[in-house]
């Protein structure tokens, strides 16, 4: 059953880059417009030497604005569910950056900061702060009422009262923020490489390719980039089921329980 479970999505690529390549086939589409998925592999393979180095500079760009962009976003939604008033006044000033575009955003930040890591940090940051916060918020805005009062009866401090039960009542919320901002946070690196950025990168490597009209180059470039969003989503995804072990066993494991 777990194989069956492993093999679908492998399957599913296959399909569609089987249907890929018929479509490019039977409707003869010119390589400039449609690449085959062979002619993808091969502008992949005959490029990979400079793309390594491009895609690695674009991951790191993703994985530490993602860090920081979760890490804040989870403080400062602990911090507006203990404080009310921080919730009121902050909360509409969190939805109000998110009604700027984030495109809007990339020119005061390169005045502000200038060229380089810093904006495309912030970039990437603010497109995971958001749902962090909301759905932490969410998750500790439905905890009962009534285990926070008993705990609090049997000498339970705020402290084990956050571990033992708050902080465990945020997790799935939190995992659902985190596999969405895995998944995006390549997107805030591309943009910020095209608006905020001098430094290399995969989105720098698309604009130069595209300029060039290496069309096959190109859909390499975006072939890695979902590569890369596809794996910090699956990376969250196991994190997800070693941190919320009850959503799939009745028991916990044996070392967890030692």
Same mark, same amino acid.
Request: hydrophobic fraction near 55%.
């Given at each position: ?13 296959? !399909? ?92 005061? !930040? ?31 805005? %439905? ?19 956050? !571990? ?16 969405? %901002? ?9 943009? %910020? ?40 989503? !699956? ?24």
């Amino acid at each position: 059953m777990k194989a069956v479970r492993l093999a679908t999505p492998l399957f599913a690529v296959l !399909l569609v880059a089987a249907v890929w390549q018929l479509a490019v086939s039977v409707f003869k589409v010119p390589a400039y417009v449609l690449p085959s998925p062979s002619q993808t592999w091969s502008a992949l393979g005959d490029d990979w030497t400079n793309i390594r180095s491009l895609a690695a500079q674009t991951l790191y760009e993703s994985a530490i604005g993602f860090l920081v962009g979760a890490g804040i976003g989870f403080a400062l939604a602990v911090a507006m569910a203990h404080v009310k008033i921080a919730h009121r006044v902050l909360y509409p000033i969190l939805i109000a950056t998110q009604a700027v575009p984030i495109v809007a955003i990339a020119a005061p !930040l390169v005045i502000i900061l200038g060229y380089g890591l810093a904006p495309k940090l912030v970039i990437v940051g603010l497109i995971v702060f958001f749902p962090v916060v909301v759905n932490v918020l969410d998750g500790l805005s %439905g905890i009962d009422a009534g285990m926070v009062n008993l705990a609090r009866s049997m000498g339970a401090g705020p402290v084990k009262i956050f !571990l033992l039960i708050r902080l465990p009542a945020t997790l799935s919320p939190l995992f659902s923020a985190l596999k969405l %901002g895995a998944a995006y946070a390549v997107t805030g690196a591309v943009i %910020g490489e095209w608006t905020a950025s001098i430094t290399p990168g995969l989105g720098k490597d698309l604009l130069l390719k595209n300029s060039r009209l290496d069309t096959a180059g190109v859909y390499a470039d975006v072939l890695l980039l979902t590569a890369i969003g596809i794996g910090g989503f !699956l990376l969250m995804t196991i994190l997800e089921r070693v941190a919320t072990p009850w959503r799939t066993r009745s028991t916990a494991r044996r070392w967890f329980r030692r």
